[in-house]
């Protein structure tokens, strides 16, 4: 956050793309509410953010991968990848202003188009990157306003080794993100696992078929469902 927008402030901004975000989000969102879905306009977003230490490493490629999945469910579907290297992160002072550049990050999560969020995290001892723990910790604002609440979530894990903990950060991050009203999804059919689970060999997952189709898996799924909540679904 930068000097001029508090942590007040930004709740009271988190608060009103909540109130924004039930245009664009109608189905779970407007399920006990009377006028039912609204019309499906514009695009869905699905956003990425790649939680790894090492730019467009594997962690990264995993990503891509599942949002190119995503982009061949519809045309209707736009991605970014996210690779928070590229941004300086503090670690969260509880009651403190945020002084680093997640203001630039609240705007991207922000934006009304955004359907589905996907985090992506190397596997560091069995658990997830300092780094993406630290993004989600900045989310303060998003568990007080709900402003998530009914966007499309999935957790993509890489590690070194086949079991090398990537199901255990999946979970841990998932937790979160269940906190925070967001709608957590697998890969989906046939296999519908918790998320995406792949190993890097010497930096290259493509050898990792299995593990990259649950890349593929995610994708697909975060975008259906996404749809679906924008009235633009099968
Ligand atoms: C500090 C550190 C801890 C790691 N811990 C594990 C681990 O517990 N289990 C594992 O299988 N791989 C572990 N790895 C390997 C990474 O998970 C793996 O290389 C991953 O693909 C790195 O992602 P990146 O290519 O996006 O940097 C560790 C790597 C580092 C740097």
Not at 24 to 45: H, Y
Not at 124 to 146: A, C, L, Q, T
Not at 180 to 195: F, K, L, Q, T, Y
Request: glycine share 12%; hydrophobic share 40%.
């Amino acid at each position: 956050m930068t000097d001029n927008l508090d942590r007040r402030r930004f709740l009271e901004t988190a608060g009103a793309v909540a109130a924004g975000a039930a245009v664009a989000l109608t189905g779970a969102q407007s399920a006990n509410a009377a006028e039912g879905p609204a019309p499906a306009a514009g695009k869905v977003k699905i956003l990425a953010f790649c939680g790894s230490h090492r730019k467009g490493k594997t962690t990264a490629a995993a990503l891509k991968i599942a949002l190119d999945s995503a982009k061949t469910v519809s045309d209707d579907i736009e991605t970014e990848l996210i690779e928070l290297v590229d941004y300086k992160l503090d670690p969260v002072q509880p009651g403190a202003p945020f002084k680093d550049d997640f203001e630039k990050l609240a705007a991207k999560i922000s934006d009304p188009a955004v359907g589905g969020i996907i985090l992506g995290s190397p596997v560091y001892y069995s658990n997830m990157s300092s780094m993406i723990k630290i993004f989600v910790e900045h989310w303060g604002p998003y568990k007080k306003s709900f402003a998530l609440s009914n966007k499309v979530a999935g957790v993509l894990a890489v590690a070194g080794a086949r079991n090398g903990g990537q199901e255990n950060v999946v979970q841990s991050l998932m937790q979160s993100l269940l906190g925070m009203e967001m709608i957590c999804v697998g890969d989906g059919r046939p296999s519908a696992h918790g998320g995406a689970t792949l190993w890097n060999q010497k930096d290259d997952i493509s050898q990792d078929e299995s593990g990259v189709n649950t890349a593929k898996g995610l994708g697909r799924r975060v975008a259906e469902v996404a749809l679906r909540i924008a009235g633009k679904g099968k």
